[in-house]
């Protein structure tokens, strides 16, 4: 709603309203794998022809998916070593004392291991495999490639200093129950010795960062103290480790502590000099490798610049909807007052007066866990999907090592740890002044929170990521699709109007335009303010006047603008594809189309793009 996203903002995911930042492949970030995976991307030139088979019978085309397999889990496995806390965050706990340091060595490592195993690859022809063996080539074909260009041309790991943080990995470790307490503390004992060599490495590897990376890494890297404060010395204390054992890990501890603030005082040295515009890197990416990024991202067939012109259409439309809906309510809310001629003014005037009904700011967290309970049941009821009791959803203050980007967001575990928690991260609200609070909780209130709900929770993200830990292909999940997972939670949000949830109130679907047009209005922010060159001022106005934003929120967007690329646009692509292909099955199966059975047909294939998923259900239906 990442991580950043994408989170870039996790598997451990983390999908939101509010996205993770963007990381990159080589810098062995801690807080996304789903921001190593895309677009379907054919193989550069340095990829050798795919050579014949010889034998095409079926015997021969079984060996051929055998030796596709053994080599899928192979580079798996070497992944989980060269990306330890990628590993960790899916649940694989076999390397979690490993801590790459993201030195030029290291990425000289990643860049090898791209590059063969790309090699390696390119031997099987997409007609010899299984429908699902085929799908799963194109995405770690799309991965590998990525991993060059990321390393080759992006180069972010020069330029954005909050890919740096060890804190998600050291988290993880301590929080969840994949084995006894003593045993993770000495797993987090010998990997805390590795951290100092780890940020001496980032201060070497920035050479020109971008200003708004290098504030946001400020914040979080200041938030990662609290994975090394009280609460982990109290769980120490209380541990059955030896005293020695517990002298070593205070004296780790320590170091840990200075390695952070040594950076952090790196970094705002690096702020200091911002006056000094040689020494920054311009935050906007440009055509040529935003639309290099898009691809490798999204995967739906068509350019940035064209989706941002389906967008720019989008949007005109969605404001015809809601001048219907503001003429309907008008009477309700502005008896005996003239409507203004100005469409848009008249649509900001209803959203107003609906938005003063909202929770506290003390009590906006509460109200989110509320309303759960009312989500499932809604979904049980008219039987849209089958939800799994047995895995929980925890909604939490959202940690000060991962704030600054998302206003709510999720966490769930990874294939290898399915039974662990998923949280629900929720910004801590209490803690803004009451002008900023009230600016919020306009925006986010009691309609707008109900579709909030469904987009991070039921059946959105959570739900959704329940389901990709089932699914058989351990490569669909890992290398996850953002517009895959952004665009599901887009769709329940209509789908669930659509099924009667809030009985049809046209306040409810009023709001439900006005979240849906943010959608459409991240497509247009982002690749406006990267290619084109929007200026704050424009931004603001747009998301103010056209998306009618209230003002935290359309300063919370522009920062979130300039801190990632292209993952804004996952939503509304994600939701387009989605929509499309549920037309597309809707027609060919006529009376037969089961709605429940299409969502559970979609989610059984993992994180995969929409085209992926789209070739692997109509491959079914021929059958």
Partial sequence: MKYLFTALLLTTFVYGCGEKGSQSTPTEPESSASDMSGANKPASDEVGANPEPADKTNAANTTTEAEFQQLSNQMVERMWHLFPSWAISNGYYEVAERLEAPDENYRRKVLAFARDYRNQFSRFKPESLSVNARTDLALIQNFLDKTVWDLKEFKSHEWNPANYNVSHGFALILNTDYAPLDERLRVFSNRMQLVPAYYTAAKHALTKPAAPQLLLAIQQNEGAQSVFGEDTEKKLAGSGLSDNEKELFKTRLTRVREAITDYVTHLQTMHAQMDKVDSFRDYRIGEKLYEEKFAYDIQIGMSGKELYQRALREKDRLHLKMDELADKLWPKYFKGEKKPDDILEKIAKV??????????KEGFKAAIEAQIPELEQFVNEKDLLTLDPEKPLIVRTTPPYMRGFAVASINAPGPYDKDAN???????????????????LREYNTYLMQILNIHEAIPGHYTQLVYANRSPSLIKNILGNGAMIEGWAVYTERMMLEAGYGDFSPELWMMYYKWNLRTVVNTLLDYAIQVKGMTEQQAMDMMMKQAFQQKTEAQGKWR???LSQVQLTSYFAGYMDIMSLRDEIKKIRGDDFVLKQFHEKFLSFGNSPVPVIRELMLAEINQ
């Fill in 351 to 360: 959203l107003e007066k609906l938005s003063g009904t909202h929770a506290t």
């Fill in 422 to 440: 998923t949280y629900y991260n929720v910004m801590p609200v209490e803690e803004l002044p009451d002008d900023r609070a009230e600016s919020f």
């Fill in 560 to 562: 979130r603008a300039t």
